[in-house]
């Protein structure tokens, strides 16, 4: 029988590794909170969550995921002028493939236009510099959406050696757009025992796929997502449809009342909504007396549930404006 430890061993091994003090402050290092810019400014954010924009269109989902890629790419600091930006980069997955590069680039030179008179010289290296930072990828059906996740750990590697930090916002817009198309395949299994795309199978790999590249590259994920209002019958049907229920009926609902009240319809399966760890709903609103050249949207956080909403506006030059 071996000797009991000597005292000071013991006391050794039960010695702490780092106090809790020494924890937070690592864990609040390695992943801090990302306040990301309005309507998305009212929680915190750490890398690993991902983040839902369901919404009927139009009511400027795309153009919140612009935003806060903007605010992304751009730097904190540049040649001694604030910026305020997170100068990292930003995986863009266009899935409705209809995403407007040009709108986009647009968009950054007028908030580069903003800082220009603290800046000396030309603003375009740094354009260039933003620019680079954001990567697009357009994909078509379920099948190369899949190959592109099954081979973005390669892309986002690359991208971490070249640029510092790498790949901080995954986006995709948007996420149901292949919804109809899987749906309507079969859910039988194949003559070799394997089973055929379903739309189950692609969500399930779907995820599985993006937990993978979070486990390795700690990002944000935005998804931006079509909404589905009322029994089986979406908005675009009601509009196209505007005898059996007027849209405004369905954009006059009370976003005080609780998501409980909503007739928003989840049709994504359990696997991609277990997935999600923030939902944030925006609609049209009908009250734009006091801003007639511009259209009002209203927003409501479903997961976690807030009581309050905010109000916002698209100005003349395609920026939003929280009211």
């Known amino acids: 029988m071996a000797p009991p430890a000597p005292l000071s061993v013991t006391r050794e091994w039960l010695k702490p590794d780092e106090t809790a003090k020494e924890l937070l402050v690592r864990v609040l290092t390695e992943r801090p909170f990302l306040l990301l ?22 009511c400027a989902k795309t153009l919140i995921l612009i935003q806060a890629a903007i605010n992304c790419i751009l730097p904190k600091e540049w040649k001694g002028v604030q ?11 266009d899935l409705d493939c209809r995403f407007d590069v040009l709108r986009f680039s647009q968009l950054l030179k007028r908030r580069l236009i ?10 375009y290296e740094l354009f260039t510099v933003c620019m680079r930072r954001f ?30 930090g790498g790949v901080y916002l995954l986006m995709i817009d948007s996420v149901g757009a292949f919804y109809w198309m899987d749906r309507a395949l079969s859910s039988s299994s194949g ?16 995820v599985q796929e993006i937990q993978r590249l979070l486990s390795v590259h700690p ?27 007027s849209y405004s009926s369905v954009l006059a609902m009370d ?18 909504q277990s997935f999600v760890t923030h939902r944030i709903q925006v609609r049209a609103s009908d009250d734009n ?21 905010d109000k916002f506006i698209i100005n003349d030059d395609g920026l939003l404006v929280i009211l």
């Not at 697009?136 to 991208?159: G, N, P, V, W």
């Not at 976003?255 to 991609?272: A, C």
């Open 289 to 309: 007396s006091k801003h007639q050249n511009n259209s009002t949207y209203l927003t409501e956080w479903l997961l976690p549930w807030l009581k309050f909403s």
């Open 37 to 58: 810019p309005p309507p998305l400014h009212r929680l915190p954010f750490r890398v690993g969550n991902v983040v839902e924009i369901v919404g009927t269109s139009p």
């Open 191 to 206: 003559s070799n025992g394997r089973k055929s795309l379903s739309l189950q199978c692609v969500v399930e790999t779907m």
């Open 219 to 245: 990002m944000l994920v935005l998804a931006a997502k079509s909404a589905s209002f009322g029994d089986k019958q979406s908005t675009t049907e009601v509009i196209r449809n505007p005898g059996k229920r």
């Open 255 to 272: 976003f005080k009342s609780g998501p409980q009240n909503s007739l928003h319809r989840e049709y994504m399966p359990s696997v991609w």
């Open 135 to 164: 990567l697009y990828i357009r994909c078509y059906d379920s099948l190369e959406f899949l190959a592109t996740l099954k081979t973005m750990h390669c892309r986002l590697q690359k991208e971490k050696e070249t640029q510092a």
């Open 83 to 93: 910026y305020g930006g997170l100068g990292r980069a930003v995986m863009f997955v």
């Open 114 to 123: 903003g800082f220009r008179a603290k800046v000396k010289g030309n603003d």
